[in-house]
């Protein structure tokens, strides 16, 4: 069974910076397609970084420059940099992996309906 913990969320002030970690139960294979995405009451699940078995990332236009997602193969552990963190960006913040896609698709309309895996989910608040 496949599972994906995240971890490194908490609490950061305007300007700064985190690490999200998602660990993943398996091994990533050669074919996979893996995103972050975030969620805030009331509004749709939306792609914030994705990442391809090809190497291709993707990036909603709200995070480009300022988050860099990246994988580790041998720890099966996908990253999330976020510096300069605006107050636009607090929410609850999902890992989710599938087959390949495309990287782009993370950031797609509907771009969650894609995924099969998902984490729990880790807060990031932003305080001014």
């Known amino acids: 069974q496949v599972q994906l913990v995240e971890s490194g969320g908490g609490s950061v002030q305007a300007g700064g910076s985190l690490r999200l970690s998602c660990t993943i139960s398996v091994s990533f294979g050669n074919d996979y397609c893996m995103g972050w995405f975030r969620q805030t009451p009331g509004k749709e699940r939306e792609g914030v970084a994705g990442?391809?078995?090809?190497?291709?990332?993707s990036y909603a236009d709200s995070v480009k420059e300022r988050f860099t997602i990246s994988v580790d193969n041998v720890k099966n552990t996908m990253y999330l940099q976020m510096n300069n963190l605006k107050s636009e960006d607090p929410a609850l913040y999902y890992c989710a992996v599938g087959g390949f896609r495309p990287a782009r698709v993370v950031v797609a309309v509907n771009g969650a309906n894609a995924f099969g895996y998902w984490g729990q989910g880790t807060q990031v608040p932003v305080s001014s």
């Open positions: 990442i391809d078995s090809s190497g291709e990332t």
